[in-house]
């Protein structure tokens, strides 16, 4: 790897230096604090893991171990440049502590937590026309999340229940497949509960057969409350390996599915996802998503509890989560019942709306009850909307189409790495609580600035490994930049960006960035690199989200992931992350 070569012409050849990856000066310097003649024994190790790392319970075991694992049988006495420079590297110096499972309290109700939530969960592409499946389900489950929502319909004969995308030319599946595939992936990635919301457009007699489906699919993992409502949720925690039904009211038969969506929709969302790695995430400012047009192919919602003759007994029963809307307005929406929780759902624009006028007012409805929010239904390319919108106000099950890549779906991927990756997040206690007058957080005030995040981008590497040669450039090597910043609430959202290394496979950048935050608790870190390109548009370098809250302190490696969320075997960065 010490010379590249690429073809300008039929007779003529460009040539560069590939340099080896080298410790930046800072990291030099570090090692020249922290070691004597040229060594870095466990004692030196240990006072700059307390020091640098700010590890403050690091002891000189600790130590020896990393160096144990990191070092060859040349260097046992201790760190060399080269050793410690690739131990800082490796994978054995995450962002994240690597012994972090969950540690988050998992003891107070649902309601307490944010929820890693599906949208048509069994779509494998587009809204409209691709394929119904459970090859989703069993990807989302193993992803570790915890929400799938099934659309079920009468199949053709009206003798069986399907699940299929209602109004458009989506292939169906089986319900009772999508069932099975969920009881055999339900836990693989977590051993907290699995929520299945049921957007039900049944006859009562096919809600019996459905109920008689789940009970002697799932039997006894199935959660069924003794009452019929809920005075309070149970607790993650109280309802491991269990699986839980929610779903709204069904509808008049097959009501107002029949219509097809408007030609030019596609093309409105495609406006704002116009990049190839998907579109900026939209800022909270902006009007452009607070209309209420609502396509013929919008997810319907509820309009009433589930009572009446018009619902199958048996059916009812299984319903652990109540979900309804009441038939007033916004206010009726988010009135708290101190007998009776449940849950209400609200599409983007809805959510967006009554967030202008009804903020603290869905704060504290989500404080007891469950919000879910879901994706409006011009999103045809199963893109996704800011989950900040709904996490600062506290909706739980805020719904993702998780085959619906981009940047949205990056920062609801990097949400749930905390906690142990288990699906279920603990919401802040600002959400939680109120001051001495009553009053609970408000998301649209201005609050003063809690916490600086200090961010310092050293170096990458990788590339050279994970990509073609010519992948991002047919007639040099690339030049590579880092895109830094927050995903918060709007007062902390911001991207910045370090320059451009010319020519290089391995780019090192020495850029520091501050980022004062008001609510460090909701933050979440976007990191991406890109492929500066004069004529084109950039290429894609690779991109993670981390939550700031469990960020760890002192210079770290930084694994990158591809769009898919998928992590690259080699391309990682080197930072220092302080919180001052």
Known sequence: MSKQSYKVCFCFRRRFRLAATEAPPTIKALFEQYSENGIMNADHLQRFLVEVQKQEKATVEDAQVIMHTTSDIFHRKGFNLETFFKYLFGDSNPAFDPQSTVHQDMNAPLSHYYIFTGHNSYLTGNQLNSDCSDVPII?????????????????????DVDVLHGGTLTAPVALSKCLRSIKNHAFTASEYPVVITLEDHLTPDLQAKVAKMV??????????????????????ESLKRRVIISTKPPKEYLKAKEAKPSGNSSQKEKDSSVEAWGGEIPSFKSGSTAEFKEDAYEDDDEEEDLQGDNCAPEYRSIIAIHAGKGKGGLDDWLKVDPDKVRRLSLSEQELEKAAKTHGPQIVRFTQRNVLRVYPKGIRVDSSNY???????????????????????????????????????????????????????????????????????????????????????????????YTRVGIAGVPADAIMKRTKAIEDNWI????????????????????????????????????????????????????????????????VKLLMHFDMV
Request: glycine share 8%; proline share 8%; with cysteine.
């Open 139 to 159: 990807k989302a489950l193993e992803k570790g999340v915890r929400v799938i929502e099934l659309d079920i319909w009468p199949n053709s004969n009206k003798d």
């Open 507 to 570: 780019p090192s950048w020495n850029e520091e960035f501050e980022f004062p935050l008001t609510v460090p608790e909701l933050a979440i870190l976007r990191i991406e690199v890109h492929e500066y390109d004069m004529s084109e548009k950039d290429d894609f370098g690779g991109q993670t989200c981390l939550p700031i809250s469990e960020l760890r302190k002192g210079i770290r490696a930084v694994p990158l992931y591809s769009q898919k969320g998928e992590k690259y075997k080699s």
């Open 386 to 480: 800011n989950p900040l919108i709904g996490w600062m106000h506290g909706a739980q099950m805020v719904a993702f189409n998780m085959q619906g890549y981009g940047r949205s779906l990056w920062v609801m991927q990097g949400m749930f790495r905390a906690n142990g990756g288990c699906g279920y997040v603990k919401k802040p206690d600002i959400l939680m609580g109120c001051d001495p007058h009553g009053n609970v957080f408000d998301p649209r005030a201005t609050l003063p600035v809690k916490m600086t995040l200090k961010v310092t981008v050293y170096m990458g590497e990788g590339w050279y490994y994970d990509f073609s040669h010519t992948h991002f450039d047919a007639y040099s090597p690339p030049d590579f």
């Open 215 to 236: 009970t002697e699919t799932f039997g006894e993992i199935l959660f069924t409350p003794k009452t019929e409502s809920l005075a309070e949720f149970p607790s993650p």
